[in-house]
């Protein structure tokens, strides 16, 4: 079963900095599709950063020139990069992948668990 867990999640103060990993495991045959989105409590989840498997990104409005996504240098694993944080991005963060599993006729999205990101003002 292919997992996905994040990680990096934390208690900042506002102006801070903050790095969220997300690995992929299990029977991967190809992921063509990763992200990041978050969730405040009451809100709808909403995109933060995606990168796709043709090499182009995009943001939020909201956190253009503040967050970074990249990938890692293991295969599986990507980063968000958060710097100058405001209370507004205190949210549960997720990440995404657009996963093609081993011996499965197609892409399959999945989601990690969630890591909590809160902005101290």
């Known amino acids: 079963q292919v997992q996905l867990v994040e990680s990096g999640g934390g208690l900042v103060q506002a102006g801070g900095s903050l790095r969220l990993s997300c690995a992929a495991s299990g029977s991967i045959f190809s992921i063509n599709a990763m992200g990041w989105y978050r969730q405040a409590p009451g809100k709808q989840r909403e995109l933060v950063a995606g990168f796709t498997s043709g090499g182009s990104t995009n943001y939020a409005d909201s956190v253009k020139g503040r967050f970074t996504i990249s990938r890692g240098n293991a295969k599986n694993t990507w980063y968000l990069q958060m710097v100058s944080l405001k209370p507004e991005d205190t949210a549960v963060y997720y990440c995404?992948?657009?996963?093609?599993?081993?011996?499965?006729?197609?892409?399959?999205?999945?989601w990690g668990q969630g890591t909590q990101v809160t902005v101290s003002s």
């Open positions: 995404q992948a657009n996963v093609w599993p081993a011996q499965v006729a197609g892409v399959h999205e999945y």
